[in-house]
């Protein structure tokens, strides 16, 4: 089975751009979380999606949107990018509806996005 | 923001020593997942224990939890250079609407010499 797998793994982008960050999951997983990782703010919670609908939603600006497809992929957008964007995007998926039950979440192996 | 933290943030041994880790964190939770990431890759699963139990083992590892002072610790026995790594405590806290929302400490950088 594969893995939850990102694209593209490396991309450099200038300020003021903007960036799609694309997300399949585990197959048979409805739930796709996005993270983002920082050396200053570590790992936070961006956003998650179950069933096209968006779940939950961290702290971050509106500037980072997501959507999820009837075929449970996800894209994650970031506009009029900024220095700090500059980050680890990691995607994530889980099978389980709700994490009342303990459901084990996988990771994808990330996207590097540098804002020049 | 961050649930938690992680003690100690890092931790440098010999190859074949035992490796202990301790995690922090503020809420009720329902789960606590530890995870290990190598540098620049992404994060990969290692452990799961839900709140109603105290102690778990895969392999190597062995997790235990202590809801009552809100932390856990995960211990990795008869440690290998190729254990060298991140390792992070998720949290998935009570909530109405948690579906799979994690809150991460802060981690600890691990060293394994050989």
């Known amino acids: 089975k594969a893995g939850v797998t990102q694209t593209p793994r490396y991309l450099i982008k200038t300020r003021g751009q903007q960036v799609t960050l694309s997300c399949s999951p585990i197959?048979?997983?409805?739930?796709v979380s996005w993270y983002q990782q920082t050396p200053g703010q570590g790992l936070q919670f961006l956003f998650e999606?179950?069933?096209?609908?968006?779940?939950n939603k961290g702290n971050f600006p509106g500037r980072f949107s997501g959507r999820q497809f009837s075929n449970s992929r996800s894209e994650m957008n970031v506009s009029t990018l900024e220095l700090g964007d500059s980050a680890l995007y990691l995607c994530?998926?889980?099978?389980?509806?709700?994490?009342?039950?303990?459901?084990?979440?996988?990771f994808g192996e990330g996207s590097w996005l540098t804002v020049v | 923001s961050q649930q938690g933290e992680e003690d100690p943030q890092a931790l440098s041994i010999q190859e074949g020593e035992n490796a202990t880790m301790n995690c922090s964190y503020k809420?009720?939770?329902?789960?606590l997942q530890w995870y290990r990431q190598n540098s620049g890759r992404g994060l990969v699963h290692l452990i799961l224990?839900?709140?109603?139990?105290r102690e778990k083992h895969s392999g190597r590892l062995r997790v235990t939890l202590d809801t009552s002072k809100k932390s856990s610790s995960l211990l990795i026995t008869a440690s290998r250079a190729a254990d060298t790594a991140s390792y992070f405590c998720?949290?998935?806290?009570?909530?109405?609407?948690?579906?799979?929302?994690?809150?991460f400490g802060g981690g600890t950088r691990l060293m394994v010499k050989p």
């Open positions: 994530a998926s889980s099978s389980i509806q709700t994490g009342n039950s303990g459901n084990t979440i996988y």
């Open positions: 197959s048979g997983h409805r739930s």
């Open positions: 999606y179950f069933s096209e609908t968006q779940r």
């Open positions: 809420t009720s939770i329902n789960n």
């Open positions: 224990i839900r709140s109603n139990e």
């Open positions: 998720a949290t998935d806290r009570i909530n109405n609407n948690a579906g799979n929302m994690l809150t």
